[in-house]
Nanobody, 134 residues
Framework: QVQLVESGGGSAEPGGSLRLSCTAN???????IGWFRQAPGKEREGVACISGSGVTTYAGPVKGRFIVSRDNAKNTAYLQMNSLLREDTAVYYC?????????????????????????????WGRGTQVTVSS
């Protein structure tokens, strides 16, 4: 059974940092990995994405604060979240989309545009809660 599992969520104070991980039980080499979040009462929105070739994209609200990366040897992607704001509080999900070679990732375009619908994602994790409060 294909699985994506998020971890690393928790509580942080404003200005603090957290690092989320997204680990797959399959080879991630040919997948783009996107990070999305859903705050209470709001639609899911894109946050950041890394293509199969390593190109990164970010939604406006997190640009300059969050960093997405991947370690294919560990079948894991990461979201380093710095300078956290209260409005970053949400359940964070990772998603995987088949993305071969240097092809542009439709999912990464959706993440950058903070899209709520991501029709090209092939797999989703169950999410991890991030709470930013003082």
């Amino acid at each position: 059974q294909v699985q994506l599992v998020e971890s690393g969520g928790g509580s942080a104070e404003p200005g603090g940092s957290l690092r989320l991980s997204c680990t797959a039980n399959f080879t991630l080499d040919y997948y783009a990995i996107g990070w999305f979040r859903q705050a209470p009462g709001k639609e899911r929105e894109g946050v950041a994405c890394i293509s199969g070739s390593g190109v990164t994209t970010y939604a406006g609200p997190v640009k300059g604060r969050f960093i997405v990366s991947r370690d294919n040897a560990k079948n894991t992607a990461y979201l380093q979240m710095n300078s956290l704001l209260r409005e970053d509080t949400a359940v964070y999900y990772c998603a995987a989309e088949v993305n071969l070679g240097s092809l542009e990732s439709p999912m990464c375009l959706d993440a950058q545009a903070q899209a709520s619908r991501v029709p090209t994602a092939d797999y989703w994790g169950r999410g991890t809660q991030v709470t930013v409060s003082s």
